[in-house]
């Protein structure tokens, strides 16, 4: 599942697999499929994640 959590007018898409956030519900979800599909975090995918 992704969480959107809005933050300093901000709105941010956490993948609950890993906990990552991203800018877009699209890499979130691409995130979590991973997460999900290979029990891992990909680099490709990650690079994208910002701290929040
Ligand atoms: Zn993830």
């Known amino acids: 599942?992704?969480?959107q959590l809005n933050k300093?007018?901000?709105a941010y898409f956490i993948c609950?697999?890993?906990g990552f956030a991203y800018?877009?519900?699209k890499?979130?979800?691409e995130c979590k499929q991973w997460c999900r599909t290979h029990?891992?975090?990909s680099l490709e995918i990650t690079k994208y994640a910002i701290k929040i």
């Open 16 to 18: 609950e697999e890993c």
């Open 27 to 29: 890499t979130a979800n």
């Open 23 to 25: 800018l877009g519900r």
């Open 1 to 3: 599942m992704v969480k």
């Open 39 to 41: 029990h891992s975090c």
């Open 8 to 10: 300093n007018n901000k």
